[in-house]
T-cell receptor, first 113, second 114 residues
Framework: TQLLEQSPQFLSIQEGENLTVYCNSSSVFSSLQWYRQEPGEGPVLLVTVVTGGEVKKLKRLTFQFGDARKDSSLHITAAQPGDTGLYLCAGARWGGSQGNLIFGKGTKLSVKP | NAGVTQTPKFQVLKTGQSMTLQCAQDMNHNSMYWYRQDPGMGLRLIYYSASEGTTDKGEVPNGYNVSRLNKREFSLRLESAAPSQTSVYFC?????????????FGEGSRLTVL
């Protein structure tokens, strides 16, 4: 059972466009993380959101945690080729160890110059 | 700044062969993890170690064993490799034992089982 659904799976856009990536679940999470992974490398943490309704901004990236703590979104403004990569969300379930961190399958973003 | 170091980076095995993937972190983190990443499947947890001296099964532990040798090192062993174990393996560490801590990943080990 896939607890975290990411959409879209693939996204190819032109430089300068805006985009939103979604991470949805029927489960409630205590916190949610977003990672970016470039080819041949391991994922790197972008942000952790912990409060329902929380919005965090990282330069051109805006992350939101749903009020019910079941979903999250990542919005990129004026995308650049350097934003190309695989974006992964990961939800932490209540009451467990780090073994209960669940990853979505990822959104593969390609930004063309 | 080494962070999390995995060896080897690439390995080709024949079915039935054994091998050990090595992982070391120099950040004095308590928790360490082994994930596998397959196309269309995302990252799946194989085993983790919340602290030195403890190991626990993750989502897909069958066919693997682990050893937390000390606080720095966490190895993953395939006793009898199968083609289904062809994957990219990532080791990760975290300063926290409880949920929500940042995971620091290695660069990955690409394993092909023929």
């Amino acid at each position: 059972t896939q607890l975290l659904e990411q959409s879209p799976q693939f996204l190819s856009i032109q430089e300068g466009e805006n985009l939103t990536v979604y991470c949805n679940s029927s489960s409630v999470f205590s916190s949610l993380q977003w990672y970016r992974q470039e080819p041949g490398e391991g994922p790197v943490l972008l942000v952790t959101v912990v409060t329902g309704g929380e919005v965090k901004k990282l330069k051109r990236l805006t992350f939101q945690f749903g009020d019910a703590r079941k979903d999250s979104s990542l919005h990129i403004t004026a995308a650049q080729p350097g934003d190309t990569g695989l974006y992964l969300c990961a939800g932490a379930r209540w009451g467990g160890s780090q073994g209960n961190l669940i990853f979505g399958k990822g959104t593969k973003l390609s930004v063309k110059p | 700044n080494a962070g999390v170091t995995q060896t080897p980076k690439f390995q080709v095995l024949k079915t039935g062969q054994s091998m050990t993937l090595q992982c070391a972190q120099d950040m004095n983190h308590n928790s360490m993890y082994w994930y596998r990443q397959d196309p269309g499947m995302g990252l799946r947890l194989i085993y983790y170690s919340a602290s030195e001296g403890t190991t626990d099964k993750g989502e897909v532990p069958n066919g693997y064993n682990v050893s937390r040798l000390n606080k720095r090192e966490f190895s993953l062993r395939l006793e009898s490799a199968a083609p289904s174990q062809t994957s990219v393996y990532f080791c990760a560490s975290s300063p926290r034992v409880t949920l929500g801590g940042e995971l620091f990943f290695g660069e990955g080990s690409r394993l092909t089982v023929l």
